[in-house]
């Protein structure tokens, strides 16, 4: 790709030829229990813009799943990458001491919305810092039970489906799936408040249901060992809880000495504007797991703790390839240019793609709802304002007319668009972004014969 490029630019309408081939053999030899949505084989990339096997540029709001947080092989990163490369590439930080795996853990210690020293445990998922977390939590407080909520993912490992309750088919033939002894509450959906408040006066009903129900008839608060929580819900469908909502929630755990586990594999790494999505809310949580951005790409997980919490012994949990000593470098970089500037950009950007959003609200019926903050924006589809029928077929045509116009993007929950960009995201780019997004809507709204 030339050293300056814009996106969108389709010159054969994908999948090209090349595509199509992988696509294929694909088909034969990968397991077919992944989830494409559409038909997109990256060749290359740089910030914000993939080009794909045939030479079509894309405009990339994906970001590989909200992972690039530094946009595409940013060259500071690489540069980081290929200095440890060099080095070495391994040695197993569970049996070896490397200096890359030591500087991070004090890097997150000092970025980990939690009070005081702080200790860190490397995996390499998502999944693997919240198996770390869910094993932590029980071995500190010798309590047995998890709560967790509906709609949430932390992962498919496991234990970390045990948490998941996201879609069902992600549990459906595992039976019985899961480590037994989580309890799930309802999570704050308030554009779809079933007692019918708003956000700026409810009390947090939501977790009526945790206290009076399931804390009165199924487990005693004394035998839950910790509270998992994304901050704001990400696979569940970019949902925003209000203020109330965490705050009663961590008063709670306090209350009766359960930890409070934060997810932030998805809303972490400044993609919310702040480094953590715990910052917005004030919270302070006694475990943070880590992982989708927190190495611009590379395999890293991370459950933080707090350090009189993480007191397992050696060999109470270990993983040979976690905390790669190429990954852990990563991190560093990606961190310095979080903190440098990416964060910001992700606030700034973030703030003008939404305002987009919400007039793109205006003059499209299919919006029911625009939610998110910095570069973490939910938009949910609805067939009709009154009813908020679910539009889930529509927004999967919504997300195929945006690729076949150059821009990737992503479902997420039955009926909602995300917009997870990498976080080099600029202006130009959330302008087009804004554009695209209006004709794919309009093109299906013109096919469900919906007007605004
Ligand atoms: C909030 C959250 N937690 C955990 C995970 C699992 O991460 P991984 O796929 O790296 O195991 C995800 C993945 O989407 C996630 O969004």
Same mark, same amino acid.
């Given at each position: %790709?030339?050293?300056?490029?814009?996106?969108?630019?389709?010159?054969?309408?994908?999948?090209?030829?090349?595509?199509?081939?992988?696509?294929?053999?694909?088909?034969?030899?990968?397991?077919?229990?992944?989830?494409?949505?559409?038909?997109?084989?990256?060749?290359?990339?740089?910030?914000?813009?993939?080009?794909?096997?045939?030479?079509?540029?894309?405009?990339?709001?994906?970001?590989?799943?909200?992972?690039?947080?530094?946009?595409?092989?940013?060259?500071?990163?690489?540069?980081?990458?290929?200095?440890?490369?060099?080095?070495?590439?391994? #040695?197993?930080?569970?049996?070896?001491? =490397?200096?890359?795996?030591?500087?991070?853990?004090?890097?997150?210690?000092?970025?980990?919305?939690?009070?005081?020293?702080?200790?860190?445990?490397?995996?390499?998922?998502?999944?693997?810092?919240?198996?770390?977390?869910?094993?932590?939590?029980? =071995?500190?407080?010798?309590?047995?039970?998890?709560?967790?909520?509906?709609?949430?993912?932390?992962?498919?490992? #496991?234990?970390?489906?045990?948490?998941?309750?996201?879609?069902?088919?992600?549990?459906?033939?595992?039976?019985?799936?899961?480590?037994?002894?989580?309890?799930?509450?309802?999570?704050?959906?308030?554009?779809?408040?079933?007692?019918?408040?708003?956000?700026?006066?409810?009390?947090?009903?939501?977790?009526?249901?945790?206290?009076?129900?399931?804390?009165?008839?199924?487990?005693?608060?004394?035998?839950?060992?910790?509270?998992?929580?994304?901050?704001?819900?990400?696979?569940?469908? =970019?949902?925003?809880?209000?203020?109330?909502?965490?705050?009663?929630?961590?008063?709670?755990?306090?209350?009766?000495? %359960?930890?409070?586990?934060?997810?932030?594999?998805?809303?972490? %790494?400044?993609?919310?504007?702040? #480094?953590?999505?715990?910052?917005?809310?004030?919270?302070?949580?006694?475990?943070?797991?880590?992982?989708?951005?927190?190495?611009?790409?590379?395999?890293?997980?991370?459950?933080?703790?707090?350090?009189?919490?993480?007191?397992?012994?050696?060999?109470?949990?270990?993983?040979?390839?976690?905390?790669?000593?190429?990954?852990?470098?990563?991190?560093?970089?990606?961190?310095?240019?979080?903190?440098?500037?990416?964060?910001?950009?992700?606030?700034?950007?973030?703030?003008?793609?939404?305002?987009?959003?919400?007039?793109?609200?205006?003059?499209?019926?299919?919006?029911?709802?625009?939610?998110?903050?910095?570069? %973490?924006?939910?938009?949910?589809?609805?067939?009709?304002?009154?009813?908020?029928?679910?539009?889930?077929?529509?927004?999967?045509?919504?997300?195929?007319?945006?690729?076949?116009?150059?821009?990737?993007?992503?479902?997420?929950?039955?009926?909602?668009?995300?917009?997870?960009?990498?976080?080099?995201?600029?202006?130009?780019?959330?302008?087009?972004?804004?554009?695209?997004?209006?004709?794919?809507?309009?093109?299906?709204?013109?096919?469900?014969?919906?007007?605004?």
């Amino acid at each position: %790709m030339p050293p300056t490029i814009t996106a969108p630019l389709i010159r054969v309408g994908p999948p090209g030829p090349r595509a199509r081939a992988i696509i294929q053999r694909d088909a034969e030899f990968v397991s077919p229990s992944y989830t494409r949505t559409y038909p997109f084989v990256i060749a290359r990339g740089q910030g914000a813009v993939v080009e794909d096997v045939d030479g079509n540029l894309f405009l990339d709001c994906a970001a590989g799943i909200a992972v690039n947080s530094t946009g595409v092989s940013h060259p500071d990163v690489v540069r980081a990458i290929v200095e440890q490369a060099q080095k070495f590439l391994h #040695m197993s930080g569970t049996d070896f001491y =490397y200096e890359a795996q030591v500087a991070l853990a004090r890097e997150v210690a000092g970025i980990v919305p939690i009070a005081g020293p702080v200790r860190s445990f490397f995996g390499n998922s998502g999944a693997e810092a919240n198996e770390a977390a869910i094993k932590l939590a029980r =071995y500190h407080t010798k309590r047995p039970f998890l709560i967790a909520f509906l709609g949430s993912f932390h992962g498919r490992t #496991m234990g970390a489906l045990s948490l998941t309750a996201s879609r069902a088919v992600q549990r459906r033939g595992f039976g019985p799936t899961t480590a037994p002894g989580v309890f799930h509450a309802p999570y704050a959906d308030c554009y779809r408040c079933p007692a019918g408040l708003k956000p700026a006066t409810c009390q947090a009903e939501c977790l009526d249901f945790l206290e009076e129900q399931t804390l009165v008839h199924l487990v005693t608060p004394d035998e839950v060992a910790a509270i998992v929580v994304e901050p704001i819900q990400g696979e569940g469908g =970019y949902l925003v809880p209000p203020r109330q909502f965490h705050d009663r929630l961590q008063a709670l755990a306090r209350r009766h000495g %359960m930890l409070l586990i934060v997810d932030e594999v998805q809303s972490g %790494m400044g993609r919310t504007g702040r #480094m953590f999505a715990s910052e917005h809310y004030g919270l302070q949580p006694d475990i943070v797991t880590i992982a989708k951005g927190v190495a611009s790409g590379l395999p890293l997980g991370i459950a933080a703790a707090r350090a009189e919490v993480m007191d397992w012994t050696p060999g109470a949990h270990a993983s040979t390839f976690g905390g790669n000593p190429v990954a852990c470098a990563a991190a560093l970089e990606t961190i310095r240019l979080l903190r440098e500037s990416l964060i910001a950009n992700a606030a700034a950007v973030g703030a003008y793609l939404m305002d987009g959003v919400r007039e793109l609200q205006q003059r499209h019926p299919l919006i029911g709802d625009v939610r998110g903050k910095g570069l %973490m924006i939910g938009i949910e589809l609805v067939r009709d304002r009154a009813s908020k029928a679910r539009a889930t077929a529509e927004r999967d045509e919504v997300v195929t007319e945006a690729f076949n116009r150059g821009l990737l993007i992503l479902g997420a929950g039955r009926n909602a668009l995300r917009l997870s960009p990498p976080l080099v995201l600029d202006r130009g780019q959330a302008e087009t972004c804004l554009r695209i997004l209006d004709e794919a809507l309009s093109a299906v709204e013109r096919r469900h014969g919906l007007v605004g």
